[in-house]
């Protein structure tokens, strides 16, 4: 957990994509691995959110926040009535696609911006954070695609969590899908070292070159989609 959420600290976003494909492959169940991970960098990111505030566009990360909502219910109830391989299998296939597509498109100049491209790339993210936590992937290629540099990477990426991640846990409890477990005593034991993890790579993250940040942030989502798929 130290490790993922110094990852996490670093890019904005790294902490689920890292953690939730080990914690799955360690064996445990993804209604734990969702409801601990949801909870981990809503707490996580609240810090990030307030130091790096100056740099929010808050018209994009309103949009992410907006369309997280259907998401997160429909991710509830594709949790709750889909098997667990078939989830984790989708998830990872779709993120590694998305990411050599991004990846292709590196060299070529900025795109337009895309009306509602914040409220599609909410939604995915609500989906794939309430049924596997990885609520990350979507809004990261969005903004990787937008160009952002790393510090509005950051203050985006942590005030959607923190907003997305807490409604999330919320309509895991109304729909039944919350594993209290995750909460005590696994959140508990695991926040002293996701905390300081966090704040170490959250003064690595800024200090990196553009480039070479939005590199790594696509390397790291194809992994972790690999890594996820194979767990399946």
Do not use: H
């Amino acid at each position: 957990m130290l490790a993922a959420s110094f990852l996490g600290g670093v890019t904005g976003f790294g902490y689920s994509l890292v953690a939730t494909p080990l914690l799955l492959l360690l064996g445990f169940p993804l209604p734990f691995v969702v409801t601990v991970n949801l909870a981990l960098a809503f707490v996580t990111r609240i810090a990030v959110a307030y130091r790096f505030r100056s740099y929010l566009d808050r018209a994009r990360v309103a949009g992410l926040i907006a369309g997280s909502i259907p998401g997160l219910w429909l991710g509830v109830e594709v949790l709750k009535a889909v098997p667990e391989a078939t989830i984790k299998l989708c998830a990872g296939v779709i993120a590694m696609v998305a990411a050599l597509l991004l990846w292709r498109a590196e060299s070529a100049p900025p795109p337009r911006q895309l009306p509602g491209a914040p409220v599609a790339a909410g939604l995915a993210g609500g989906f794939l954070g309430s049924s596997t936590s990885l609520n990350g992937i979507a809004p990261v290629l969005l903004l990787a695609r937008d160009r952002a540099s790393p510090r509005s990477f950051l203050a985006d990426l942590a005030l959607y969590f923190v907003v997305s991640n807490a409604i999330g846990l919320l309509v895991l409890q109304l729909g039944g899908a919350l594993d209290p477990d995750a909460l005590a005593p696994a959140f508990l034991v695991w926040l002293p070292g996701s905390l300081l993890g966090n704040l170490a790579g959250t003064m690595v993250g800024p200090r990196l070159p553009e480039a070479g940040f939005r590199r790594a942030t696509l390397a790291i989502v194809f992994l972790a989609g690999a890594i996820t798929a194979f767990s399946a």
